[in-house]
């Protein structure tokens, strides 16, 4: 029984040795932490969302924060029928273009990243104006409209005061991920 011990011992300490050695090969190379940080908190089209940023005067991080939370990057159409990076429904789009003059727009340009970003960042501005600058109130505007974030308090909204659990858990997660980004892609995203 010792001797089994004492080479189950012998055999979780070769193991812990072996896992240390690769973790100071992982931390030692610079593209692994590149490709660790891509995988855990991907960001493309970065030349996009800081123009947008910048033309909508919104935080890059928040921008890129939002397209993470709803689409982790990826060109897809929701079960409700939002497209593209930042979920615009083709219902929205249509406003926004009337709003903002692209008389020439189709449903199917929300599947380009440029046009996605740049009426998605145009709505996310609406809603920081409509409710005095509250991201709040802002981000649940944003999931779960405007009608329901009225209902609730409007601009002087908490994430307390948020009645839906899966917007309340969206406004935290992308508050929480613009803060990733701030941090982690601070140079990438122009801040």
Do not use: C
């Amino acid at each position: 029984m010792r001797r089994r011990r004492a080479v189950l011992r012998r055999r979780l300490l070769a193991l812990a040795a072996a896992a240390g050695v690769g973790v100071l090969v992982v931390v030692a190379m610079p593209e692994v932490k590149h490709a660790a940080k891509e995988i855990t908190l991907p960001l493309r089209h970065e030349d996009v969302i800081r123009q947008q940023a910048a033309e909508k005067d919104l935080d890059p991080a928040l921008v890129a924060a939002v397209i993470y939370t709803e689409s982790h990057f990826i060109d897809q159409t929701s079960h409700a029928g939002a497209r593209g990076l930042m979920q615009i429904t083709p219902a929205t789009a249509h406003a926004i273009a009337q709003r903002t003059g692209g008389m020439a727009f189709t449903e199917a340009d929300l599947a380009t990243p440029q046009v996605n970003v740049s009426y998605g960042t145009w709505y996310l501005r609406h809603l920081l104006d409509l409710y005095g600058g509250d991201e709040v109130a802002a981000l649940a505007a944003y999931n779960a409209g405007i009608g329901n974030v009225d209902a609730w308090g409007g601009s002087s909204l908490t994430l307390d005061d948020i009645q839906f659990s899966e917007a309340r858990g969206y406004v935290q997660e992308v508050l929480q991920k613009r803060d990733d980004y701030a941090r982690k892609y601070a140079s990438e995203l122009g801040l």
